[in-house]
Every structure is written in structure tokens, then in C-alpha cells.
């Protein structure tokens, strides 16, 4: 049998992973020998484990790009930084959880061990260099969110959402299973340095073939990502889940797959006409960016319109892949339009160093913004409301500034940085990647995407308007308090705004993303 | 004389408001008297820093900003905290100051509830105007423009009456669509002003990597018109096929902000549901932003679009003026009366700005101090009437004169500034203005009909005071109304000072703006071939940012390793370069 010689050096991209697993046993085995009923210490050990993974991940963010383990995985900084950001957001979901799931009399040890099953798939799946690798980690990472969507498995709501994510999912990765079945067929690899070497040829025998192959992958990562027209799951699946599993969902989830999409995506249009990735994710990033802010506009729950709001968060990704993605060939005479690229200075610069920064900074604004976001609606909700279903309305936010400024405070923070208004991290996040975008020359698809991003304005700005200009109802319920909760809320607007102000160094470690295998 | 402290002052003006906010978070909120106390003497503080600055400001120096302070932001974009100050932005941080006490005062006891949250929002949202104005890096600006949303929005949606939500919100939509157009066009100018390496928001690499461009293309346009700009260099094309759409973006932000018609509509609504404050400041300051984006930014970096636009958009100037004033005689609302008088009076800024002349500058800088002065006076002076009475109508008043003397002179005092009488501010400004855009390219038919409006400034504001404050007290309620009290006259009395010093001794503030406005119609003029053809009276000079963080505006990343699994190099840790050191050199003269 031949045996791989691995070494150390191979071990080490998947180091963050292997941190999460241990720290996810551990945790299923206190629930063998656990002595009390006070859980509270799970939450804190799922915090540090991710935060340990998160610390191992950031130190292999300095390594040079190298493939690993074969090929199998690659070692970058693009994918270890998401890492680092996925371990920051599960810190902060497990934080919040521990305050939600003892409210609920829920708390149980599996729930973080989940937790941090998912986020070692999230890990696992941004590096991922090999389809069969790629589609094992995806069904990691989706297996312990279905889970986690069901986990408060009493009423409805969560075993809807469960049972519809569950289906989408698998119908989603199946696609994805068959577009690279298909590109395997083309290629007669699955590993994408072998494909993206093969694929100029078996596009030139067999066209149609690379196309369907390409189309499926595409339409398997956009689910994922929950681009529109694939989103329809998203609403329901984000409203059912237990709040904390939504916030992660929202930010984890999706950072992984547009990492994962990114990778992909470098290797499978070589050989293709430049013209169609560019134009695919254009027209991607476009339905998000308008569809999603606009989806937003009549939703009265809170929660929804934050699932929406995700929707247009990851067209505004999309953005920044469609600019990593523009034909270098276009012409400066090509007149400006939605789908064109027609950059400032008539050549193409090269954007990618910029698009992946833009990418990263943007995943931390909002991974830290919407952990911050759905955490306070956790805070607010109640279990016994969710039958009458008025319990993430935005009624609920009404008058919060009088009764407890610093939660209202937060909010605000969180609804203006998701709106991108300084000084706050989200619209730092905006300016890079709409700087990559203009400097790609997509300036119709800029513009679309900003004046979408006013009507997402007003969606935001409703629940402050709630918060600060109506008086709260008599009965109006008290966010429950929880030293995790705040501990974790704290953390996020902190960094919301600091970052905003002052991202320091952070902006300079991205810029080592540049560096991305392969490309 | 220069002292270390010359380049630090910006700095203390800026944010000893946020300073005093951070004080006034920890005082209980029940401790009404004590908030309101500690805001007032925090706005006084600001206004004797602003003072300060102004006695280090030296009209004569060459220097375009003074008192400059620059400090590496974020690195790897270019952007740096960079503030400075020059003519035009001097006499704007004046105007501040000055309007910062006034307001507190104002709402002494017009606010009772949430104070303190009322005055959190005060001062954040005066860091954030006199950061806008002081601002020399765009993107510095960017961030304080719209950083004096927030506070603005709940101040008016808090605090105003009783469609205050609508009025709010529709406030906070209009400018955030401008103000998102402005940033794309913005990033675009970013990416073209200079190459990769070199990019950085601040105005004087933006203005001076524009400059060229832009002369090659106005010398160019002038040769063949309509030419498709074969044989022109990569940039002027660029400015040649999107400059006049960048332009369009920038002037369309800061018409929103002014505003100019048709873009006004959110302003009768903002100012009638506002509050006082909410009016004083919104009127006093805020609205200049807009003309004086147009100063700074959107008339200097696109000198040829402005020129192609000018005719438009000094027509539309005009038709906001006469329509202004016809709209305030229809008015039966005293506020909103003088919130259309702002388009009207803001219309005068425009049109002197647009004629490109130095006396039509002139007088538009000086007409942006008038309006701020006059109109959050009548503003203020209102919202004392209003406090009484909670009536805007005018015909819930009449034969007030009679009731309240004191207040009824102040009153007819800052009519005639806003009217433009001589002897007042006013009439220096709208003389300059409609003096300059005589003098101008501008169509004849233009001027004359800016000038008519004069006579309807008169009618609507003197037949407004006629219906409030003469005749008989036809309503009961009239009768027992008190006059104004030591805190309102001292809020008040500032204004009549300034009314009276600006109409009477101009010269001094004048001199203050000067360098900036003939800085202004060498710029706008630059690109005509009309105006110097020397580069230095133009180039904007300022301080570099220190060395070791220009190396690091663009990190050279390493070419991208391999695709194929290479021997394994040393682990690399990113050199963190030390971020800049303020230089303690003295400041500019």
C-alpha cells in the first residue's frame, strides 16, 4: 500500500480544525461526567476552544501560500484569516448561546460541540483544494447546522426550518456533487490544480460539458452563499433557528462559502471565455445587492429583515468577486452598463490583491456586526411568544432607548455599521470592496449597489427609529440578562466601532491575503 | 510667532465637544440642571479653541492651510487624519463656535425631556460639523459629513413635533443617496488622480494628480469640441468620458445638502419639524456643507465639467432663489416661511459661486456666514415665540409688538439682516453676489432675475413681521405673553452684535477669506485657459505625511507564490512599521 509521506508541515493548515474537534469532544464527553446542572461553563470552554483555533489559524495567516496534504488542502493566508474570522464568530455565537439555551432550560454540551463541528467544517471547507475534500466539508459544516437549526426541537417553527434547510441543503450540495462529477468527467481530475491545468483543453473538446459542470458548481456555492435567486431558503431557515445559530449561520457560514467559491472558482475558468464568470457573478451580485435590500423593505420582524439583510450582505461580496473576475481584456471604449467592466484609466488593473482584502475586512465587519445584531435580538425575544409569532417585532424595539440606552446604543451601532454609515466598520467594509469594484471599472454595478444600499438604510433605520422615537409598551418585556450575553455584546459593538475608527494593523494583516494559492 | 501648539489647536476645536460628551455620559440623567450647565460649558470652551485658532490664523500667509495636523490613518489606502484650515473654513469654524453656546442656550428650557441625551447629540454633532470643515483629506471629510447624520436625525426625530418620524427619515434618505453617489465618484477620482503607490484621499493628491488632466483637456476641448478625445492621455480621456458623471455625482450630494431646487424638499419638512436647536444648526451650519463642498471639492477637482454645467446649474440657483421667495409668500407657517427663505438665501451662495469671479466668490463665502448668522437668529428668535405659544401659524399672532418689545426688536433687527438692508451683513453679501455674477459669463437675464427676488425678499419677510407684530392682538392668549428673559437675551444678543459688526466692518472676515477665494476662481478658472497658466498658484501644498508611512500606502505585496508545492521558505512576519510620529515642528506661519 502506498502510504503518503506526510509531515509536520502538511498538518499544519488543518491545525485550526483539529483544535475545534478536540475542544468539540471535550465537550460531548462533559455531558458523560457532568456533576452539575450549572452549564454555563460549556459556553466558556466552546469560547476558548475557538478562540484558541482562532489564535492557531492567525499564526499559519503568516505562512506563505503553499499547496498541503497533497494537494488536497492549501495552506494560505486568504483561508486562514477566514479561519480566524469564522473562530471569532463562533466565540462570540457560543457566548451568546450560553444566556439564550439557559433561558430555555436548553443548555446542553452537544449544542457547542456542534457549534464547533460546523466551524471546523467552515475552516476546512475555505481550504479546501480537491472536490471530494471540498464536498465532505461542506457536508460537515451543513450537517452540524442542520442540527443546530433543530435543536430546540420543541414547536414547530424549528423542526420547519430543520427539515427545509436540511432538503435545500442537500438538494444544493448534490448539485454541487454533480457539476463536479461532471468537471471530473471533463478533466479526469478532482483536484483543482490538475483541473484548472486540464480544463483549457476539455472546454475546447467538449464545451457544453465544462459549461453544465460550471453552471451546477456555481448554483451549489450561490445556496450556500444564499445568492439570489437561490436565497428562498434563507428567510425561513434564518427565522426558525435558535437565534445565536442564525447570527453564526449568517456570518460563518457565508464567509466560508464565498471563500470556498473564490478558490474555486480561480481554477475552473481557465480555459473559459473571460466574459462569462465576470457576467455570472455580476448578475449574481446584482439580484443580492437590489433583491435583498429590497426583499428587506416590508418586513416587520426584526429577524427576517436581518436574514434579508444577509441576502444583500453577500451581493456586496459578490460584488468583490465579480471585480476579481473582470476580463482584463475590456476595452476603455465599452460604454458603462450593469455588466461591463470598463476601467477608469482604459487597462485593467490588478485588482485581486484589493478584492481580497475587501472580501476579509468586509467578513469581520460583518461578522462581528451581525453576531452583535441577532445577539440582541436573542436578548429580547421570548420563547412563549413565538406561537403568536410577534416576538422578534419591530415592536419589540420600541422605546428600548429609555429603558436601557446601552443595548439601544448597541443596536443603533450594529443597524448603522449593516448600513455602512461611518464611523463604524461596516463602512469601512464597503469602502474597500466598492473601491475594488470602481477600480475594476464596474462602475454600473457600483452604483446599482449603492443606491440599494440606501433602501437597506431605511430598513435599518426603522429599528432605531423604534428604539429612539416611540415610547415602549407597558408590557414591554426586559432583554433577560445574562454576563455572556453582555460580555459578548459589549465585544462586538466595541469592535464595531473601533474598528471602524481605528482598524490599526488589522487592514495590513489582510493585505497579505493577497496572497492566494493558485492564483 | 509659532508655537508647537499652532498644529494641535485644530485638533482641541474638533473634539473638545466628544471630550465634554464623555464627561456628560457619567452625570445621572435626572441631573438636568448640572447637563445642561456642563454642555454650555463645554460649546463656550469650544468657542474660545476656535477663537484661538483664529488668532493663529494669519489672512496674509501664503499658506493655503494653516494650522495643519496630519497623521497616518489607515495605511495601506492612503488616508491620513489630516485637518487644516483656510480662509473659507476659518470663518465656517467661527460660525460654529460661535452657533455652539447659542443653541444650548436656546433650548434651556425648550427641552425638558431626555436631556441628556439631547445634549450627547449637541455635542457629538458639532465634532462632527467642525471636523467636516477642518477636514484637508476627503475621506476624513466623507466620514464627518455623515457622521453629522446620526445626531442630526434624532435630534430632529426625538425631539421635533409632530411629524417629526417622517421628517427625520426623510432627511436622513435624501442626503444618504447623495451621499453615496459622492462616495463612488469619489473612490473613482481616487483611482484616478493618482497611480497605484502613490493613491492617497487626501485633497492635495487628489487635486494636484487631477490637475493636469484637466488643464490637457480644457486646452483640448478648446481646440475641437466635440472631439472623442484621440491623442489625450489616459487620465484627461478618462476625465474627458466620466468626469462630467463625477461631477454630476459630487454636485448632486452637496445640492442635496444646500438645497438646491429640485433636490429641496426635504427641508421645509426637516426645519418645521425640527426643534430650535435642531433648526439653528441645521440651518446655521449644516447647509453651508453643501455650498461649501461645492467650494472645495466638487468645483476645484472638476474645473471643465463645472464649466460645462455652470449655465445649469446657475439657473438653477436662480430658479431656487424666485421660487424660494414666491414659496414663502404663500406661506402661512412662520417656520416654514423661513425655511424656504433658506433656499432663497442659499441660492444667492450658489449664484455668486458659479459666476467664477472674485467678487461673485466673495460674496457667496461671505453670504454662506450671513445665512448662518441670520437665519438660525430668526430660527432661535422663533423658537422663543414658539416656546410660549406652541403656534407656527401667523395668523395665531398679530400686534405681538405691543406684548413683547424686546423681542419684537431683536426680531425686526435680524428681518432686516435676512431681508439684506444695508448697513446689515446681508446686504454686503447679496450686493457681492449679484455684483459678480454682473461681471460673469453668465447670461444678463440670469442677474436680473436673482435681482427681482430681492424686492420679494423684502415683501415676504416684512409682510411676515407686519402679521406677527403689528396691528392689534387679535388672539387672547397673546395678551399674557412675557417678553424675553436674560437667557434669551443673551442668546440672542451675540446675533444682533454679529449682524450689526458684519454689516458695518466687513473688511476683517473679509480679508480672512480673501486668499481662499481668490485661491477658488484661480482654480475654477485654471482649467479654462482663462485663468494662471502658472501651476503654483493653484497646486494645493501641504504637509507630507512622514516618510515611513508613505512606504506603506501601498504594501508591494510579493509576486504570488507558485501553483505547484514549493520547498518551504522561512515563516514571514509582517513588519509592522511604526505608525507616524506627529512632528513637533512648528506649524506653519
Not at chain 2, 477658488?520 to 501641504?542: H, I, L, Q, T, W
Request: include cysteine; hydrophobic fraction near 55%; aromatic fraction near 12%.
Amino acid at each position: 500500500m502506498n502510504i503518503p509521506h506526510l509531515t509536520f508541515q502538511d498538518l499544519l493548515p488543518v491545525a485550526p480544525a483539529g483544535v475545534l474537534v478536540v475542544g468539540a469532544i471535550v465537550l460531548l464527553l462533559s455531558e458523560v461526567f457532568l456533576s452539575t446542572a450549572q452549564r454555563t461553563y460549556q459556553a466558556v470552554i466552546g469560547t476558548l476552544t475557538a478562540l484558541l483555533a482562532g489564535a492557531v489559524a492567525m499564526n499559519n495567516a503568516f505562512e506563505p501560500a503553499r499547496a498541503a496534504l497533497q494537494g488536497y488542502v492549501v495552506l494560505d493566508p486568504f483561508s486562514q484569516w477566514m479561519t480566524v474570522l469564522v473562530c471569532l464568530g463562533t466565540a462570540l455565537a457560543s457566548l451568546l448561546s450560553a444566556g439564550f439555551l439557559n433561558h430555555r432550560n436548553a443548555e446542553r454540551g452537544e449544542f457547542y460541540a456542534l457549534i464547533l463541528f460546523s466551524a471546523a467544517g467552515m475552516s476546512l471547507l475555505a481550504m479546501s483544494a480537491e472536490f471530494i475534500t471540498l464536498f465532505i466539508n461542506l457536508e460537515v459544516l451543513s450537517i452540524s447546522t442542520y442540527a443546530l437549526t433543530a435543536f430546540l426541537r420543541r414547536g414547530p417553527r424549528p423542526a420547519e426550518a430543520g427539515f427545509k434547510y436540511f432538503i435545500l441543503g442537500a438538494f444544493s450540495a448534490s448539485l454541487l456533487l454533480y457539476g463536479a462529477a461532471l468537471l471530473y468527467g471533463a478533466t479526469g481530475s478532482t483536484r483543482f490544480l490538475d483541473v484548472g491545468l486540464a480544463l483549457p483543453q476539455a472546454f475546447a473538446q467538449q464545451p457544453g460539458l465544462v459549461y453544465a459542470g460550471f453552471g451546477l458548481v456555481l448554483a451549489g456555492f450561490a445556496f450556500k452563499v444564499a445568492a439570489v435567486p437561490f436565497h428562498m431558503w434563507t428567510p425561513d431557515v434564518y427565522e426558525g433557528a435558535p437565534t445565536p445559530v442564525t447570527a453564526l449561520m449568517s456570518a460563518g457560514v457565508k464567509a466560508a462559502a464565498v471563500v470556498a467559491l473564490v478558490r474555486t472558482f480561480l481554477f475552473l475558468v481557465k480555459g473559459l471565455s473571460p466574459e462569462v464568470p465576470f457576467i455570472a457573478f455580476s448578475a449574481l451580485a446584482l439580484l443580492s445587492m437590489v433583491g435583498g435590500n429590497l426583499l428587506a423593505l416590508p418586513q416587520r420582524n426584526v429577524k427576517r429583515m436581518l436574514a434579508y439583510s444577509s441576502i444583500a450582505h453577500a451581493g456586496y461580496l459578490l460584488l468583490g468577486v465579480a471585480a476579481l473576475f473582470a476580463p482584463a481584456t475590456a476595452k476603455g471604449s465599452d460604454a458603462v452598463g450593469l455588466f461591463t467592466a470598463t476601467p477608469l484609466l482604459g487597462s485593467m488593473p490588478n485588482v485581486a490583491a484589493s478584492v481580497y482584502k475587501g472580501l476579509l475586512f468586509y467578513l469581520l465587519g460583518y461578522t462581528v456586526t451581525a453576531l452583535g445584531a441577532f445577539g440582541t435580538i436573542a436578548a429580547l425575544e421570548r420563547r412563549e411568544d413565538e406561537t403568536r409569532s410577534n416576538t422578534w417585532d419591530l415592536e419589540r424595539f420600541a422605546g428600548l432607548a429609555q429603558r436601557k440606552p446601552g443595548w439601544a446604543a448597541a443596536m443603533a451601532a450594529f443597524m448603522l455599521s449593516l448600513g455602512g454609515v461611518p464611523p463604524t466598520v461596516g463602512f469601512l467594509g464597503k469602502l474597500y470592496l466598492f473601491g475594488a469594484a470602481v477600480d475594476a471599472g464596474l462602475l454600473g454595478l457600483a452604483v446599482a449597489g449603492v443606491l440599494a444600499s440606501v433602501a437597506g438604510v431605511y430598513v435599518y433605520l426603522r429599528v432605531v427609529v423604534y428604539m429612539y422615537m416611540r415610547p415602549a409598551p407597558a408590557d414591554a418585556p426586559a432583554p433577560f440578562r445574562h454576563w455572556t450575553t453582555e460580555v459578548a455584546l459589549i465585544a462586538s459593538a466595541v469592535a464595531v466601532v473601533a474598528l471602524g475608527v481605528l482598524p490599526g494593523p488589522v487592514t495590513e494583516w489582510f493585505s497579505r491575503a493577497g496572497m492566494v494559492f493558485g492564483s | 510667532m509659532n508655537s508647537i501648539y499652532d498644529s494641535r489647536i485644530l485638533n482641541l476645536v474638533i473634539f473638545s465637544p466628544l471630550l465634554v460628551a464623555g464627561l456628560l455620559a457619567f452625570l445621572p440623567r435626572n441631573e438636568k440642571g448640572q447637563i445642561r450647565a456642563l454642555t454650555l460649558g463645554g460649546m463656550v470652551l469650544n468657542l474660545l479653541t476656535c477663537l484661538w485658532a483664529y488668532s493663529r490664523f494669519s489672512p496674509t500667509s501664503p499658506v493655503e492651510f494653516q494650522l495643519e495636523y496630519r497623521l497616518a490613518w489607515v495605511d495601506d489606502l492612503g488616508l491620513s487624519y489630516h485637518v487644516g484650515v483656510d480662509g473659507i473654513s476659518m470663518g465656517l469654524v467661527l460660525l460654529t463656535g460661535v452657533l455652539g453656546p447659542l443653541v444650548v442656550l436656546s433650548s434651556w428650557t425648550f427641552v425638558d425631556e431626555r436631556v441628556k441625551e439631547f445634549h450627547l447629540a449637541l455635542l457629538v454633532l458639532q465634532t462632527a460639523m467642525l471636523g467636516a470643515v477642518c477636514a484637508v483629506d476627503t475621506l476624513l471629510f466623507f466620514v464627518f459629513f455623515e457622521a453629522m447624520l446620526v445626531p442630526m436625525y434624532l435630534l430632529i426625530g426625538v425631539w421635533g413635533s409632530e411629524e417629526r418620524q417622517m421628517a427625520a427619515m426623510k432627511f436622513f434618505l435624501y442626503t444618504m443617496v447623495g451621499s453615496v453617489l459622492m462616495l463612488v465618484a469619489l473612490l473613482a477620482v481616487y483611482f484616478l488622480a493618482a497611480p497605484a503607490g502613490m493613491r492617497s484621499f487626501d485633497y492635495s493628491t487628489l487635486y494636484n494628480g487631477l490637475m493636469s488632466a484637466n488643464r490637457e483637456l480644457a486646452q483640448y476641448l478648446k481646440a475641437n469640441p466635440a472631439g472623442d478625445g484621440a491623442g489625450l492621455s489616459a487620465a484627461a480621456l478618462a476625465l474627458l468620458r466620466y468626469g462630467p458623471y463625477l461631477f454630476l455625482a459630487f454636485a448632486l450630494a452637496f445640492a442635496i445638502k444646500v438645497p438646491m431646487f429640485p433636490v429641496h424638499t426635504w427641508l421645509p419638512d426637516a426645519h418645521v419639524q425640527a426643534p430650535v436647536a435642531g433648526s439653528i444648526v441645521l440651518a446655521g451650519v449644516m447647509l453651508k456643507m453643501g455650498t461649501y463642498g461645492f467650494w472645495r471639492f466638487a468645483i476645484p477637482l472638476f474645473p471643465v465639467a463645472s464649466r460645462q454645467f455652470q449655465l445649469l446649474l446657475a439657473a438653477l440657483a436662480v430658479v431656487g432663489i424666485v421660487y424660494g421667495a414666491f414659496m414663502c409668500l404663500a406661506q402661512r407657517d412662520i417656520k416654514k416661511l423661513i425655511a424656504y427663505s433658506s433656499v432663497s438665501h442659499l441660492g444667492y451662495c450658489m449664484l455668486g459661486m458659479l459666476a467664477f469671479t472674485a467678487e461673485g466668490a466673495t460674496g457667496s463665502a461671505y453670504q454662506m456666514l450671513n445665512h448662518g448668522v441670520s437665519t438660525s437668529a430668526l430660527f432661535l428668535l422663533f423658537g422663543f415665540l414658539y416656546e410660549r405659544r406652541h403656534a407656527r401659524l401667523m395668523s395665531d399672532y398679530g400686534g405681538i409688538a405691543k406684548v413683547m418689545p424686546v423681542f419684537s426688536a431683536f426680531f425686526l433687527i435680524v428681518t432686516f439682516s435676512s431681508v439684506a438692508v444695508p448697513g446689515t451683513n446681508g446686504f454686503v453679501g447679496e450686493f457681492l453676489v449679484l455684483l459678480g455674477s454682473y461681471k460673469s459669463n453668465l447670461p444678463l437675464w440670469l442677474s436680473v432675475a436673482a435681482t427681482t427676488a430681492v424686492v420679494l425678499g423684502a415683501a415676504y419677510m416684512l409682510w411676515m413681521v407686519q402679521k406677527v407684530f403689528f396691528g392689534q392682538v387679535t388672539h387672547q392668549e397673546n395678551l399674557g405673553l412675557k417678553d424675553l428673559g436674560p437667557r434669551e437675551v443673551v442668546a440672542a444678543l451675540p446675533f444682533v452684535l454679529l449682524i450689526a459688526v458684519m454689516g458695518l466692518k466687513p473688511q476683517p472676515l473679509l480679508d480672512v477669506i480673501d486668499h481662499s477665494t481668490q485661491r477658488f476662481v484661480a482654480r475654477a478658472k485654471y482649467a479654462a485657459g482663462e485663468g494662471p497658466v502658472d501651476d503654483s498658484k493653484v497646486r494645493v501644498v501641504v504637509r507630507p505625511l512622514p516618510k515611513d508611512a508613505v512606504a506603506q500606502v501601498a504594501p508591494t505585496l510579493p509576486p504570488a507564490v507558485p501553483a505547484h508545492p514549493t520547498p518551504i521558505p522561512l515563516p514571514m512576519r509582517p513588519v509592522r512599521l511604526q505608525p507616524a510620529q506627529p512632528q513637533l515642528q512648528p506649524a506653519t506661519p
